[in-house]
């Protein structure tokens, strides 16, 4: 019997910050969830924990990165964010296909030398992206525009090899791919009702929201996930599904 393929890497930085829906399009493959080691514990991390957190990237067919509260800035408090970064550079040169969500989506940025930096302001809450490559088998799908859930404080510049996909009204740079095989998204396009219902269980999640959208925020983001989540959910699901089918591809070489 031949083994089967090389599993995807889904790498989780916090608890409530998982892949949610992006988990149902790789629901057929092998999956190697990490938690980074860093990250919720105060506990000392060795070297050696750090180097053995994530598997070689000619080990998975595929690698997702989610999100999380901390900057990628943050390699003092947390030294695996450079790992994750100097993984993701490797990751890009072998053609591995790379799945980057909002600080995942920045950690790829930061790899491919681009600027991260605060936003003028949070972007939080529901609102419209602009597809500019709606031939793109990931976030094509959203084209012309769909709206999705925003929840990030940083931005990033277009990496100068990579192809810019979405923008949004606060955001010039939203999504973009590098390579054929390598797509960060900004936004939670895995976003729904129950994954607003999660974040607002997350008391420091909830306190960012208020912060940002005042006393009624949890019944903006409640409203905008029951107007936009039947359109997302099934534009989302044919980029997250193409994105699996690129893993696929890969790991069966």
């Known amino acids: 019997m031949s083994p089967g393929p ?32 860093d990250v919720g514990s105060s506990a000392p991390v060795s070297e050696t924990a750090r ?31 450079a790992t994750e970064i100097g993984w993701m550079a490797e990751a890009l040169d072998r053609e591995v296909p790379v799945l980057g969500v909002c600080l995942g989506a ?10 991260v930096r605060p936003a003028p302001a949070p972007e939080i809450g529901w609102g419209s992206v602009d597809v500019l490559d709606p031939d793109d088998p990931v976030v094509g799908p959203l084209a012309p525009a769909t709206e999705v859930l925003h929840w990030h404080g940083e931005v990033f510049d277009l990496p100068a090899t990579a192809t810019p996909l979405a923008r949004s009204a606060a955001t010039a740079v939203q ?5 054929r095989s390598a797509w960060g998204l900004l936004f939670h396009a895995e976003g729904d009702a129950r994954l607003v219902e999660r974040w607002l269980a997350e008391p420091s999640m909830a306190a960012e929201a208020e912060q940002a959208l005042g006393p009624g925020h949890a019944g903006l983001l409640r409203e905008g ?17 193409a994105f699996a089918d690129h893993c696929r591809a890969h790991g069966g070489r």
């Open 6 to 37: 090389p599993p995807i890497l889904v790498v989780e930085h916090v608890a409530w910050e998982g892949p949610h829906r992006i988990d149902d399009a790789l629901a057929a493959l092998p999956l190697l969830r990490v938690a980074m080691p």
């Open 51 to 81: 180097a053995a957190a994530l598997p070689p990237p000619g080990e998975v067919s595929g690698a997702v990165f989610m999100g999380g509260p901390m900057s990628v800035h943050d390699t003092d408090r947390f030294p695996t964010l």
């Open 106 to 115: 920045q950690l790829l940025a930061r790899a491919l030398g681009a600027d």
């Open 175 to 179: 999504a973009f791919r590098a390579g």
């Open 225 to 241: 996930a029951l107007r936009a989540e039947r359109d997302l959910v099934a534009r989302s699901t044919r980029g997250f599904e």
